[in-house]
Structure formats: structure tokens, C-alpha cells
């Protein structure tokens, strides 16, 4: 009985550490400054995002894929960024992870090419946002609208975010 269940633990944490089909582990890292990475205030349900000094470490990592209907996935755990309910989706809103959920209106993003990562069904079009454009630790990470400050889009650095790949340092 023990053996068994000591298997299905070891099941479940393997598939916790694995990526879903077709994503692949990153550094969200802030166009602001790029040591800066995303990160929840703790690894807990309902944690807010802010950014903190990239450290190369499994716990500041993603699971993401590039462009619509992507969740963003915590590396090792079952949490994704989510943008919670409709009502709250207005700029300076904050983010937090909660469990996956495939059915989630706040959990569907558009990763863009251009290094914008859009709340897929909100209207007008709200990004992922470096609040105040600070990149210093602990600085909260919400949503802005995705036309930036002065309508000039990704290249507003404060909702610009380059994906570093997890096998490089942030």
C-alpha cells in the first residue's frame, strides 16, 4: 500500500515538473530591465506577481507558447497567471496565479512576437504591465492597456516582456 502510494506521488510530481505539449520554460524578463524577472510573491494560490532580481532559478520559471489561447503555467506547480474575473480586467489591475483551469477567461493570453503578452478576450486590449515602469524588487506586475503609454505599443518597455529561455541566465 505504501509502495503504491509512494508511486503515484513520484507520478504526480514528474508530471508537475514537465512542460505541456508544445511550451517550453522561460524567464519573463521586464524590457525596463531585463535582471528583472516574474515571479509570485510565494508559490501559493492567489499571490500576486511582482518582479525580483532573476536568479536562475526553477521557481522564477514559466511554461509559455507563443501566441493565442496560451496559459502561463509556474514551472512545477499546477498554477497559471490569471487576470481573475472580467470586471477586474482595467489597467493597474493586478495578476496572481491560481490553479490551471482550461475554461479560465482571465488565464487565456496571446504571447506576441513583438514582446507583448495580451489578455486574449479583454476589450480594449489590456497587456501584462510593469506598474510605474519600476523595475526594482517586489515592484507589482498588473495589466495596462496594450496600445502603452502615448499609443506606441511594445514599444511602451513597461509592457514589453522578452522570453528568456530557461536553459539561459536571465
Not at 536568479?55 to 499546477?78: F, N, P, R
Not at 495578476?95 to 479560465?104: G, H, I, K, Q, R
Amino acid at each position: 500500500m505504501q509502495l503504491t502510494s509512494l508511486l503515484l506521488c513520484a507520478f504526480a510530481a514528474t508530471g508537475l515538473a514537465q512542460a505541456p505539449e508544445g511550451y517550453r520554460p522561460v524567464y519573463i524578463t521586464s524590457m525596463v530591465n531585463t535582471k528583472f524577472v516574474v515571479v509570485p510573491k510565494a508559490r501559493t494560490t492567489g499571490s500576486t506577481l511582482v518582479v525580483q532580481t532573476g536568479a536562475s532559478k526553477a521557481e522564477q520559471q514559466w511554461y509559455i507558447k507563443g501566441g493565442m489561447d496560451t496559459k502561463i503555467q509556474l514551472v512545477g506547480t499546477t498554477m497559471c497567471i490569471d487576470a481573475g474575473a472580467r470586471t477586474a480586467w482595467r489597467d493597474m489591475a493586478p495578476l496572481a496565479v491560481t490553479n490551471c483551469s482550461d475554461t479560465a477567461e482571465g488565464q487565456k493570453w496571446n504571447v506576441m512576437a513583438d514582446g507583448r503578452i495580451a489578455l486574449q478576450l479583454s476589450s480594449p486590449q489590456e497587456c501584462v504591465d510593469l506598474q510605474y515602469m519600476r523595475a526594482t524588487e517586489n515592484n507589482p506586475v498588473g495589466l495596462y492597456n496594450c496600445a502603452g503609454l502615448g499609443n506606441i505599443g511594445a514599444a511602451d518597455k513597461g509592457i514589453n516582456w522578452p522570453l528568456a529561455n530557461a536553459t539561459t541566465t536571465p
